[in-house]
């Protein structure tokens, strides 16, 4: 039996990235992105296994990420986090699509693609850093988490409306995920609050999210959709479950730490081993344009609402919106299954998806930190220990 060595070296790059971003101090998503691309230009290729497990690790993101939105001040906050998000969606989605369709004399299919893919902001990503950094607990955090949800939405819909043509099997994608939605939302209880399941060592609540989230999964993959939204909106509903009680709260915990011990790590490698460094130096130069373009519209459409809405933290707040993975990821792959973009178009996409999960962030985290104290203090009131 011939050894497979590329678990191994997947294994050595996510513990080499956990060691790095402690000793630097900077996310463990960009390390893992960064070590990604470097091994993937390298020669390392990507299994069958690596591709499912890393689409899983995006959607378990996703779900968790829903779990951390604060009903209660969405609906306050409401004019707030849509503004910002829709026009983190639309100035991007317009620049990217005008250039690339008039400039860059890429055909109308493609700019579309061009402009859906640079247009989003990743749920993972931002949910990944506002973790780390602890301010999914603040109002900031809560702010960024409800605007990323109302960017991808448009993303969402403009994908739908643009380009997928409605099948029997998209209308049942849909209809399940409603149903699924809606039965988790009538009976979770009886798997949270049954003493009988509590603090066990086969932990049935995770089993439980994990069957959810594969049902969801496997009706997308059939209906030609994205388990993403139905994700984030479970998570959204479900949310209450995770935060009524310490031992709810638990349970989110240990979701957490099995998400982030092999699961989600393998996302962001994935991401990263997508990009090819000779087919972006062959087209640099519009490399470098898109993804300034992309981070210069994020910040007209972005900056300025963010001044006004958040002004504690209305830098960081665009930066973290300009970042991309999944959702830019899943743009490009479409298009280029589809023939809308060849490959050089798609690989100078995903580098500029890619580039806008890292250097942002870098930048956000190092400079823009909205908080720099020991301790975090949350809209409560309530110290949250970084």
């Known amino acids: 039996m011939k050894a497979d060595f590329i678990p191994l070296v997947v294994g ?154 409605p099948t029997l099997y998209t209308f049942a994608f849909i209809s399940i995920s409603i149903i699924v939605i809606i039965f988790a939302i009538k009976f979770s209880h009886y798997i949270f609050d049954n003493p009988e399941l509590k603090n066990k060592v086969v932990e049935p609540e995770i089993k439980y999210i994990f069957l959810l989230i594969l049902i969801f999964i496997y009706f997308a993959n059939m209906g030609d959709g994205h388990a993403v939204l139905p994700a984030f909106v479970l998570g959204l509903f479900m949310s209450r479950h995770f935060t009524e009680t310490s031992e709810t709260k638990v349970v989110r915990n240990r979701l957490r730490t099995v998400a982030y011990a092999v699961i989600t790590p393998i996302f962001f490698v994935v991401g990263g081993m997508k990009i090819s460094l000779p087919l972006i130096l062959s087209a640099f130069g519009l490399f470098v344009i898109l993804f300034l373009l992309k981070i210069a519209a994020k910040f007209i459409g972005v900056y300025f609402l963010a001044k006004r809405y958040i002004p504690g933290g209305s830098m960081y707040t665009t930066l973290l919106m300009s970042t991309g993975l999944t959702f830019g990821t899943i743009a490009s792959v479409f298009g280029l299954n589809a023939g809308f973009i060849n490959q050089v178009q798609y690989s100078v996409l995903v580098g500029v998806v890619v580039a806008s999960a890292v250097i942002p962030t870098f930048i956000a985290q190092k400079w823009f930190m909205p908080v720099h104290s020991e301790d975090i203090v949350d809209i409560n009131g309530d110290d949250i220990d970084r």
Do not use: C, Q
Not at 47 to 56: H, R, V
């Open 12 to 165: 050595l790059l996510v513990f080499i990235s956990s060691l790095i971003s402690l000793r630097v101090g900077l996310s463990v998503a960009i390390i893992e992105i960064l070590l990604g691309a470097i091994a993937g230009n390298l020669g390392l290729k990507t299994e069958d296994w690596m591709i499912y497990l890393a689409g899983f690790g995006g959607i378990i993101l996703t779900f968790l990420a829903g779990t951390e939105i604060d009903t209660r001040l969405m609906k306050e906050k409401f004019k707030e986090s849509f503004f910002i998000g829709i026009f983190s969606f639309l100035v991007p989605f317009i620049g990217v699509f005008l250039y690339t369709y008039h400039i860059a004399d890429w055909s109308l299919s493609a700019s579309l693609i061009a402009g859906t893919a640079l247009s989003t902001t990743s749920l993972a990503v931002v949910y990944s850093i506002l973790v780390e950094t602890g301010l999914t607990k603040t109002e900031i955090g809560k702010l960024i988490m409800a605007s990323t949800f109302v960017t991808d939405m448009g993303v969402a819909f403009a994908m739908s409306i643009l380009f997928i043509k």
